[in-house]
């Protein structure tokens, strides 16, 4: 099992940036991509960013977020991030990261790191 940890969440004024970190315990086989996901208040939980882990080949952007997030990764260090740039009010949300062997099949799943935007 792969033990996942976000950071890097916090309050933001509306432009604002965050760099989000995923931090992943290991690397297996079976994990071969990582994304992000956010869950907005009231809301269900929507895919934001993914990739595959092991060329940085990115594979999904929601399209509220694309052009404004980057999602990027280091096996060096086992961690993937997610760079938000020109926050808006409506990006205020639990992202979490999750892990698996593809695109839609998500196995390992952080605690989530919060993300508030305010005007």
């Known amino acids: 099992q792969v033990r996942l940890v976000e950071s890097g969440g916090g309050s933001v004024q509306v432009g604002g940036s965050l760099r989000l970190s995923c931090v992943a315990s290991?690397?297996?086989?079976?994990?071969?991509?990582i994304s992000w996901f956010r869950q907005p208040p009231g809301k269900e939980r929507e895919a934001v960013a993914g990739?595959?882990?092991?060329?940085?080949?990115?594979?999904y952007y929601a399209d509220s977020v694309r052009g404004r997030f980057m999602v990027s990764r280091d096996n060096a260090v086992r961690t993937t991030y997610l760079q938000m740039n020109s926050l808006k009010l409506e990006d205020t949300a639990m992202y979490y990261c999750?892990?698996?062997?593809?695109?839609?099949?998500?196995?390992?799943w952080g605690q989530g790191t919060q993300v508030t935007v305010s005007s």
């Open positions: 290991t690397y297996t086989d079976s994990i071969n991509v």
């Open positions: 990739l595959y882990r092991e060329t940085g080949t990115i594979y």
């Open positions: 999750a892990a698996g062997p593809y695109p839609g099949k998500m196995t390992s």
